[in-house]
């Protein structure tokens, strides 16, 4: 083990305004400014985007998912050949989900026991096994520094009753994540409270993981379908529910206006497929709200996508630029606006952290949603 190594998880918190926060979370691989959006790195790539680039657009830390990366290329020969980090050439921080959520999303023919999932491929119908213990497993072959605790998360609108039964036993996992876990400095493990959207089956979860302790806390089960309304109804109790001296994670959120109303309301790290995702389907997301590339205003549009923005598709290419490529299926069409999109994400988040830090969110706020409320600039 190296010397970098041997240094320890941690967190510390700079400053709060309201019940937002900004902070900094420190790993051997570096630290991360919070509140932080990661982008997804689904299948050991942000897709469309060179990882230096990803680094670029000022993420300090991206996602890998366990469910893809275990099925294709397999966690072992990851492991074989030097690791996630080494793999796919990033060397900043690396979080890993623990497969559960995809599993049940992808996976054919699954079946749920207290052991755990038995599922078939999505891919070529194998047959594979998740436990906790399993979970653990792969994400230590993987590398990851931030793991995930193995858990289950019903689809909403779901029964109290499902709900309460899975919660609680998505608990069991955790105590069975942190056991498999084992001691490993440098590295953390993150619980993740449960509950839907009912405020004592929450509350219930919270105190079930902080009585086990883990380096980190993540909000799951929301952005499963319930509408922003009651995702911030539950965000409005749900982060306070939560250590305050750990970090706090909303998993997979979201769009722009989701995620400063998370912020708003304690989350300190994000992630969501949307701003790459959109990218490649011709939609851009900028300071004045969405902008689809694909309709023919564009087409003879000499002006950027966005005047405020530096990144490399608004610094040296028009509109029509960007709409010509996109309907001629040019893969420099994705490459470009996902760049803008992660680009963009990352400003919102710098934004946010300066303005947490100097006690101006709530004015940051108020003209991060006026300048939206305008709408893209006027057609040519
Ligand atoms: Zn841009």
Redesign the pocket.
Known sequence: MSRAMTQRFSFSLAATDGRARTGTISTPRGDIRTPAFMPVGTAATVKAMMPESVAATGADILLGNTYHLMLRPTAERIDRLGGLHKFMNWDKPILTDSGGFQVMSLADLRKLTEKGVTFRSHIDGSKHELTPERSMEIQRLLGSDIVMAFDECPALPADRDRITESMRLSMRWAERSRDAFGDRPGHALFGIQQGGLEQDLRAESAEALTKIGFEGYAIGGLAVGEGQEAMFACLDYAPDQLPVDKPRYLMGVGKPDDIVGAVKRGVDMMDCVLPSRSGRTGQAWTHRGQVNIKNARHADDPRP??ET?S?P??SNYSRAYLHHVFRSGEMISGMLLTW?NL??YQVIMQGMRDAIASGTFAAWESDFHAKRGEGDIEPI
């Open positions: 996508l966005d923005c990144c598709a608004c803008h680009h963009y």
